[in-house]
Structures are given as structure tokens and as C-alpha cells.
């Protein structure tokens, strides 16, 4: 099945299953918001898969909150984040977005 033109928030994406998922995902095309604690791990995940990471602990009060809000502004304000390809070529880099921290 394809996801093309789909967008996926994947949480605990930094580590183990979720970042089977997220690779999964992005492999069929979805654009995926990778989401952990850990901001190197994170990071690394999301720049594998030409993803976007975002960065909280939903163990905190309101974390939850702040993630959906989070990944609500990325898909509305990011429009150029979602336009690209999603495995980059050379400048991918430069227009991934800055990861964000939620808590």
C-alpha cells in the first residue's frame, strides 16, 4: 500500500519498533514526523528517512497536548518540508526542519 502525499507522527520513533514503523512508513511513501526523548536519536531517525523530528517526553503533564499541537503546525505551516522528495538528494539537509522540543 502507498502512502504518497500522507503524513504519519510516529512517536517513540528514536529507538527499536517505533523506528521499524517510521522507516516502514516513509518507505511507503508517507512524510513522518519522528517523534522521541533522545535528541541525537531522534535526529538521526528522522534524517535517514527524510523525515522531521520532534522532540518530548509524553510521560510529562500537557506533552501530549504540545505534540499534536506541534505536529498540527508542521503539517500546516510546513509546506515546503511536505513538497519534497522523500528520500532527499543533495540539499535535503538544509530543508528539513530544525527539530522542535515540546517539553
Known amino acids: 500500500m502507498r502512502l504518497d502525499g500522507r503524513i504519519a507522527l510516529v512517536t517513540g520513533a528514536s529507538a527499536g519498533i517505533g523506528t521499524a514503523v517510521a522507516e516502514q512508513l516513509a518507505a511507503a511513501g508517507a512524510r ?20 522531521v523530528a520532534v522532540l518530548g517526553d509524553l510521560a510529562a503533564p500537557g506533552a501530549a497536548d504540545q505534540l499534536a499541537e506541534a505536529a498540527l503546525t508542521l503539517t500546516a505551516v510546513s509546506t515546503s518540508w511536505w513538497q519534497m522528495p522523500a528520500r532527499g538528494g543533495p540539499d535535503r539537509s538544509r530543508r528539513c526542519l530544525q527539530p522542535r522540543s515540546i517539553a
Open 32 to 51: 513522518v514526523i519522528v517523534h522521541g526523548r533522545d535528541q541525537q536519536r531522534t535526529e538521526a531517525v528522522a534524517q535517514r528517512i527524510g523525515g
